[in-house]
């Protein structure tokens, strides 16, 4: 039950409100809002007394509109105070504290115009979010929106986490430079990212920087609905961005809103140290509240699936494609090389059966794969319900319900969006009938129509209301190629998981040697803030030289592991081959009992780009699951078990690197050790260069 307290205070002399001030809960983040004295708005944060975001400006261009930038006066504002707890139906912790205080200023032109625009900030312990509310207009019924210019101007030259400013995909390695050093020419036509668009010195977000006075900062958005995604335009000489709003080629505008709306939020958050940023629920808190009520149909699972092995080149995802991706030789008959078959469907089924994982994902089950990618003309390649002629639909649904499995269906669009529109009712309808609750999307390749780019304005509107069409079917969307998270898992909680970053598929095929040891150190830190990852972790053959001779993925075994732990996402998959897990049964055990769903969370250690160490509750057993991840360095760690119940007993399972343990040389080196263990014990760990470490701490039944 939600318990609620809110206060309203209210001030409408508008010759007194110069210089208005907001604190958060605890005093210590305070957001000050005032006028230039050309009458443009701005805002400066402070954090423990220390200016964190200085003189900071707000508006918006607007097409055959003056812009709504400058000759603003304030005629009214507010404040108030707000706490909730609310529940998550899945998620990293049961209970949510929703607390902020919140400020509003209602600004008029001084000119004939008179036009009137409302900024709301709200302030959290642990951030700020502000959002532009443009009432009803005489006159004006629609607004095209040209560029929104939100500032975030800097105090100090942080050192800054970033990936490009692309307009179509966010599956780049980390750089790691001073925000003043940001330059991101160097991506342009990167080979392993042909259909790159990155048309400004710009960064995407979640991007986050550390100071040297400790302080941790995160600027994201909140609850992106049909507007473009925000990026980040880079001001070296300010130490500051500006936001540029994804565009299209179609239209001379980025965003067409009718009047009244308001934009997403801008959020910062800001912390003085770095496993408070994880901790963080301000991205969820500033969406609204769950709008489809029960959703007890959707269960957080572990999934096995036809996906690992296609990217190793073991089996393809069409079925008659007789030579490589680049002759596109349709012969209309099977090669024998087709993963989605209903024999090997059913190993995967079987063997998730066995080891408490409950989903397969089959990937190439429908018709089209020999034409998805690479052709201009895209339309109608897919039809989402027929499958190929050695992939029977209706023996496998059986199978896996007979031994309590659920088959996870995977719609690839090809990026050809009409035609997944018109087809979601008959696709969803397929997934109800067989009862399959869960979907994973995917948009490779240029969007279609032509000129629309994967992160703006169009794209947003059809990833969100493919959310909402999917819900009417009790269906949950793990989307790939996906707009970034925004916390609109808490409105709509379908939304359950998606990719958004560069993930475990480098490892297998690109030409840059995959993900360095660093990449998921620096992930946890960045783009998880915003959301659930589908990573796709649990790969233990590391080296796979029968498929792949220049391609490894660069961790040990034992972070592998880590990652169910570490990288947050409701449905995990054990991505590996069958029988890479069958021929390493220890280190499985690991995966048999690992949660993914969770009553609490607690971050103990962790260090942007370095390492990160999480403990998490599963929900219902009150059994504790940890993960450890460093980088390409050694780390010692001592692992405090206060969490625990008092007076409780665990059975500690711990899967460790072994001495020799290192993530080229090395790495299936792993040192596996049991014991019972009580709370407030300390363990000491050393994780090795590319290492980590995985703990299960299982409640022993009181005798």
Known sequence: ???????????????????LEIGSPDGALV??????????????TSYKNKTVIDTSYLGMDFKNLDNFDQDFKITSSGTAEFDETWEMPWGEQLEVQNKFNELWVKLQESNDSGRTLELRFR?????????????EMERIDTVYITEENTEF???????????PGDWDIY???????????????????????????????????????????????????AALIDYSGMTLGVNSEKLGYKSILVGSEN??????????????WRSVQITDNAPDLIESKLIVNLNEPNKLGDVSWF????????????????????????????????????????????????????????????????????????????????????DFVTPYPDYDLEEVTAFAKARDVQIIMHHETSAAT???????????????????????????????????????????????????????????????????????????????????????????????????????????????????????PGIFNIKFDEYKENNQVNTTIAQQLALYVVIYSPVQMAADLVEHYEANPEPLQFIRDVGVDWKQTKVLDGAVGDYVVIAREERETGNWFVGGITDENVRSQTIDLDFLEEGKTYQMRLYKDGEDAHWNDNPLSINISEREVTKGEEINIEMKPGGGFAMSLMLVENE
């Open 1 to 19: 039950m939600a318990v609620i307290l809110l206060l309203i205070s209210c001030q409408n002399n508008s010759d007194d409100q110069s210089d």
């Open 31 to 44: 957001l000050k809002f005032d006028l230039s004295k050309d009458g443009r708005p701005f805002y400066t």
């Open 123 to 135: 302030i959290y312990d642990d951030g700020i979010g502000f959002r532009y509310e443009v009432p």
């Open 153 to 163: 101007n800097l105090t100090q030259d942080y050192k800054t986490f970033w990936i």
């Open 171 to 221: 599956e780049h390695l980390y750089s790691t430079t001073k925000l003043s050093e940001i330059n991101v020419d160097k991506y342009r036509n990167h080979s392993n990212l042909a259909q790159t668009y990155i048309p400004n010195n710009a960064v995407n977000t979640p991007v986050t920087m550390v100071g040297t006075d400790s302080i941790h900062i995160s600027i994201h958005e």
């Open 251 to 264: 239209r001379d505008y980025k965003v067409k809103k009718t009047l009244p709306f308001h934009t997403p």
């Open 299 to 382: 269960k957080p699972m572990k999934y096995t699936g036809v996906w690992w092995e296609m990217h190793l080149g073991k089996s393809t995802w069409d079925y008659g494609m007789t030579q490589s991706m680049d002759s596109w030789k349709d012969t209309g008959k099977a090669h024998g090389r087709h993963g989605a078959t209903t024999e090997n469907v059913k190993q995967f089924i079987e063997f998730s059966a066995e080891n408490n994982i409950g989903g397969v994902l089959v990937e190439g089950w429908n018709t089209g794969w020999e034409h998805w990618i690479g052709f201009e003309d895209r339309e109608g390649v897919f």
């Open 418 to 536: 009409e035609t997944y529109t018109k087809q979601q009712d008959t696709a969803f309808a397929l997934m109800q009938k067989y009862g399959m609750n869960t979907v994973k999307t995917g948009y490779v390749g240029k969007i279609l129509p032509k000129g629309e780019y994967h992160h703006g304005q169009y794209m947003v509107n059809h990833y969100n209301n493919t959310v909402v069409k999917a819900a009417e079917y009790n269906v949950a969307i793990n989307a790939h190629e996906p707009i970034k998270a925004t916390g609109l898992r808490r409105t709509y909680p379908n939304t359950i998981s998606r990719e958004g970053l560069r993930g475990q598929e480098f490892n297998a095929w690109s030409s840059d040697g995959g993900n360095p040891p660093e990449h998921l150190s620096i992930v946890a830190f960045t783009r998880m803030l915003a959301g659930p990852i589908d990573f796709t």
